[in-house]
């Protein structure tokens, strides 16, 4: 007798539904409910992740303005418009313009005359010469501010003051209208240093002879300085002028060159050279003023001590620079 069939089905069935066939109807069976809501979940941004981003993204906003702000306001700013007015047409006269610049520099020179030209250690140094000297007689090459306090420290004796600059020649006459200055011209720019050392070892005119400085064919000689200059026989020159600060600037050259000269026309007289620092003064001092008379330096001041007579035959021949 066979078995029967709801035996056999209780059977079967879990083995049928077990593995159920898959159809593409089948794949659409998860509610739909369901499915959507996880969407929604994964898409949500919490609102404190947004945090971050939006201070970096207000920060970004900040740095560029502060940017911006820097390169409206920066230096490099365009010339001023009566400049560019000036050359706003092609001309002639436009090629003329730079002649602004020169009052600009005579400004930035007038704000560094202000400034003092020594430093206390330098000014002590020659101002304690001019003390142990005084009453004296005193020639400075320059007229800085400085330098017009050595007239009352050398009271009872001569002070003279050399200056081709007339708004210092103004200056100094009106805090003192008895000092002595004198304008002379300097007119041998600093660029020709180089040719005129050559010349003045190789042309026997300007070899030592202080008797013959008035008249002197050397290229270095100041021959148009007052009488006084050359009649005097000085106890202390001061070489700090003239300006001598760019290539075109009259040059020292021959303040160094006469001011050895009128040294060895007296008994002993004191150098003192100022700016050393500078090729110029470095190399004409060592040149004509001989580093074996070096007595003293404080800062960029020499102090050179030249007995009359020395040197007679010629200038430092053992300790000449090396141009060549």
Not at 182 to 191: F, L, N, R, W
Request: hydrophobic content about 35%; proline content about 9%; overall charge positive.
């Amino acid at each position: 007798m066979p078995p029967e069939v709801p035996h056999y089905r209780s059977l079967a069935t879990p083995l049928v539904k077990s593995s159920p066939p898959s159809s593409p109807e089948s794949q659409f069976n998860i509610p739909v409910g369901r499915k959507y809501f996880k969407g929604n979940k994964s898409m949500a941004i919490p609102g404190r992740k947004l945090i971050p981003s939006v201070v970096f993204i207000l920060a970004c906003i900040s740095i560029l303005r502060l940017l911006r702000i820097a390169i409206t306001t920066s230096p490099s700013a365009p010339s001023p418009p009566t400049l560019q007015h000036t050359c706003s047409t092609p001309s002639p006269a436009c090629k003329k313009a730079p002649s602004h610049t020169p009052s600009n520099q005579t400004a930035q020179q007038k704000i560094a005359a202000d400034e003092p030209s020594l430093t206390k250690k330098e000014f002590k140094l020659l101002s304690d010469l001019i003390k142990r000297k005084a009453p004296c007689n005193l020639l400075v090459f320059g007229a800085e501010p400085q330098y017009l306090r050595l007239s009352s420290i050398n009271s009872g004796g001569t002070t003279i003051f050399l200056e081709d600059d007339p708004d210092k020649i103004s200056a100094a006459r009106a805090k003192s209208n008895t000092t002595k200055i004198y304008k002379i011209d300097h007119q041998t720019p600093a660029k020709k240093a180089y040719k005129l050392l050559e010349h003045a070892r190789k042309s026997p005119a300007c070899a030592p002879n202080p008797e013959m400085l008035q008249n002197s064919s050397c290229k270095l000689a100041l021959k148009n300085l007052p009488r006084e200059v050359y009649e005097l026989e000085w106890n202390v020159v001061v070489v700090d002028g003239p300006s001598g600060h760019s290539p075109e600037a009259p040059g020292r050259m021959g303040a160094i060159y006469t001011a050895s000269m009128i040294a060895r026309a007296g008994n002993t007289t004191d150098v003192l050279v100022h700016d050393v620092d500078r090729t110029i003064e470095k190399w004409f001092s060592w040149e004509f003023l001989c580093d074996e008379n070096l007595v003293a330096s404080k800062g960029k001041l020499w102090s050179f001590r030249i007995s009359g007579k020395s040197n007679s035959s010629g200038f430092c021949s053992d300790h000449m620079v090396a141009i060549d």
